[in-house]
């Protein structure tokens, strides 16, 4: 059923990690801060008519670390390289949290890098009101269950992170946490600059955002709004920090309108 | 053998069931500070070091833990400050300055310049990467711990030691003018002593830098271990490790009757103790420790230092309960560990009589040139305190350093660490005896 593989690029100086999978028009996944969680009914949806291309993060125990990245800016810059030398440019994506905060780097240093974009509960902003989550400060178990309003009702959640942490998941999670330190520690998850980057940018956004997110709160998705003008926003009613396995069928419906368009 | 004397100089007015509700030290809110008891037992500790070096210890040892009562030691080169200038003879060992955590290696530099000028050249400086905490509550990155600590480590070496003014653009660290006018009184530059738990880049690092490695309380076992993997590294470094490269510090407390002793030694585990220190989140945060080092502590379950511990990542993997907690029961549970931990001898209580045999074990096992006697935590009296230090110094040291002798343990000052070669190809000579393990059923 769920038709993707995971292969390995020569781009950029680094051998990234990749998972492909769909067929037609390349759609670039950034996945969160917890790295990639597998091929979710979200992928398999939108794979129906687009080709998902999911880099796995460096550090994040697939891909090498790369240790000349040391922000979010830096990570933007080898990514960008590693879609010009793919030939992808310009293409959709969809960035997930600290994946948005990437994707938002990527546009702001490079405004035709991105043919449309959707960020996804996006870190990166300094909300006005309110603030960012900081994950670093709470075990990884509770960290996970702040991604989520209701675990015990999210399938998806409890099939992926429910039960028995095993050693081996919890050095992959731990993995993730400590890239994300390395290039996030402070300003913590955003950076100052970026809104005054994005100003005047024309790529088409979209911004999603869970009304009971926990982790990423409404003030980022304003921010992301006074920056791009033209921003549309899309609330999931009820979701947390995870709309897309959360309330699956409304964040597909959003996303794909919006691709479309 | 130097024998030392170290308290964390914990903050002793703080209810139990207040470090028990937050389940740990770190973290309990700073309203409960209480500036008028905080003066008196600032004085408190720094006459009671004074009262160290009347005793007859050859050193005296401070620490340094932010944004915890568990340590007073916020600055600790304040109180060695102090120290350097009321003290005539102990030298000033600090266990350690936290390199990463600062994140001013040319300030520490002339900070510590000044204190061994002030002491006339009686610092011994320790390097620490900070605990968990530490990293929270400084906003290091603690990703970038490690390297952190080299490049700091590097740089106050050369600060000490290279004419200035020059210039310096590290990774981490930028000085655009090094030219500082406090120069340590020692030359090249005091000792250094490195204070760990388990880690072993940090055993390496140590081993390759010929520099002293104080354990922390360890499990004998395990710390056997850790004295095999240095000696290994000395080896390929072409010399061979000895009593001189190691150090021993171990919770001690004496009173007049062994019922005594062992009541107070409760206090060990206050709040829940060194397991208590910070709670799993903090303990080891993000790419603070290495994948080796994770696995090493996954083998270690019991209590070792700051409570960092195979335990302490099965609770950060675990789900963390949010029900009521019945204290009583949490502090039958902390008596009976701690009994255990007695067994383990992590913990030494007693009298002279009974506690003089143990630490002669532990020193026969680890053969260290350093042993540093670790005071009485938690709310316990300035006599009861001061009682266990005078059964120490004048009953047991003499006893510790007559073995010490007959065993051959050469401190760091006897013997240069580092200076008994190793010709090369031949194999090196054992630095721990595990014989007197088995027979007491440890391992």
């Known amino acids: 059923m769920a038709n993707f593989i995971e292969e390995t690029v020569k781009a950029a100086g680094a051998e990234l990690a990749l998972v492909r999978g769909g067929s037609g028009k390349p759609l670039l996944i950034l996945h969160d801060e917890l790295g990639y969680p597998g091929w979710m009914g979200w992928n398999e949806k939108l794979a129906q008519d687009r080709t998902l291309l999911i880099p796995q993060q460096p550090g994040y125990g697939k891909t090498p670390r790369i240790d000349w990245i040391m922000n979010y800016r830096d990570l933007g810059g080898f990514y960008a390289q590693v879609l010009r030398e793919m030939k992808l440019e310009p293409i959709d994506v969809i960035g997930f949290s600290a994946g948005g905060y990437l994707a938002a780097e990527m546009a702001a240093a490079d405004p035709a890098i991105f043919s449309r974009m959707v960020l996804v509960a996006p870190m990166g902003i300094k909300p006005a009101q309110g603030e960012i989550m900081d994950f670093f400060a709470v075990t990884v178990r509770r960290h996970l269950m702040a991604t989520v309003a209701d675990p015990a009702n999210t399938p998806e959640y409890t099939k992926i992170y429910g039960g028995q942490m095993t050693p081996e998941r919890f050095e992959s999670f731990e993995d993730a946490r400590a890239e994300t330190a390395r290039i996030g520690w402070e300003p913590f998850m955003h950076n100052p600059s970026l809104p005054h980057l994005l100003r005047g940018l024309k790529t088409p956004t979209l911004l999603v955002w869970g009304t009971r997110d926990g982790v990423v709160p409404r003030g980022c998705i304003d921010g992301y709004r006074a920056a791009i003008s033209g921003a549309q926003v899309v609330e999931i009613a009820g979701a947390g920090h995870r709309p897309e396995i959360e309330n699956a069928a409304e964040f597909d419906r959003a996303v794909r309108k919006f691709l479309a368009a | ?443």
């Open chain 2, 1 to 443: 053998m130097q024998v030392g004397y170290f308290t964390e100089r914990p903050y002793r007015w703080l209810p139990e069931e207040e470090i028990l509700r937050n389940r740990g030290y770190f973290a309990v809110s700073n309203s409960f500070f209480d500036r008028e008891k905080a003066a008196n037992d600032y004085h408190y500790y720094l006459d009671e070091y004074c009262y160290a070096e009347d005793l007859g210890f050859d050193a005296v040892a401070l620490n340094e833990h932010h944004g915890n009562p568990f340590c007073m030691g916020s600055v600790m080169n304040v109180e060695a400050s102090v120290l350097a200038y009321r003290t005539k003879r102990v030298r000033i060992v600090l266990i350690g300055n936290p390199l990463p955590v600062i994140k001013h290696p040319l300030r520490m530099a002339e900070e510590l310049a000044e204190i061994d000028l002030i002491s006339r050249g009686r610092l011994v400086t320790g390097w620490v990467r900070g605990a968990g905490s530490e990293q929270f509550f400084n906003n290091a990155n603690p990703a970038y711990n490690r390297e952190m600590f080299n490049e700091a480590h590097d740089f106050i070496v050369q600060a000490w030691t290279r004419p200035g003014p020059w210039r310096y653009e590290g990774k981490h660290f930028h000085y655009r003018h090094v030219n500082p006018w406090a120069l340590p009184y020692q030359k090249p530059y005091p000792p250094m002593w490195i204070p760990g738990v388990l880690s072993p880049e940090t055993v390496q690092w140590c081993a390759e830098h010929r520099y002293p490695y104080i354990g922390l309380g360890t499990q004998l076992g395990p710390t056997c271990d850790l004295w095999d993997y240095y000696a290994d590294v000395a080896a390929q470094q072409g010399y061979q490790a000895g009593p001189e490269n190691f150090g021993y510090l171990i919770p001690t407390v004496l009173a007049e009757s062994e019922e005594k002793a062992q009541a107070i030694a409760d206090n060990f585990v206050y709040g829940g103790g060194q397991n208590a220190f910070s709670a799993p989140q903090f303990t080891m945060p993000p790419g603070y420790n290495s994948k080796g080092a994770i696995r090493m502590l996954a083998k270690q379950q019991t209590s070792a230092w700051l409570g960092v511990s195979g335990a302490k990542i099965t609770e950060s993997m675990e789900e963390g309960d949010t029900g009521a907690v019945n204290y009583d029961e949490v502090r039958r549970k902390l008596r009976a560990g701690l009994q255990k931990v007695e067994q383990n001898l992590q913990v030494i209580a007693g009298t002279p009589t009974t506690v003089i045999p143990k630490i002669k074990t532990i020193l026969s096992v680890l053969r260290p040139g350093v042993f540093i006697m670790f005071s009485i935590q938690g709310p316990v009296g300035n006599d009861d305190r001061r009682t266990s230090m005078r059964l120490f110094a004048e009953d047991v040291m003499p006893a510790l350093k007559e073995h010490a002798k007959a065993i051959d343990l050469p401190d760091p000052f006897q013997r240069k660490p580092g200076s008994v070669k190793l010709a090369a190809g031949t194999k090196r000579g054992p630095v721990s005896d595990r014989g007197p393990l088995a027979a007491l059923g440890l391992k």
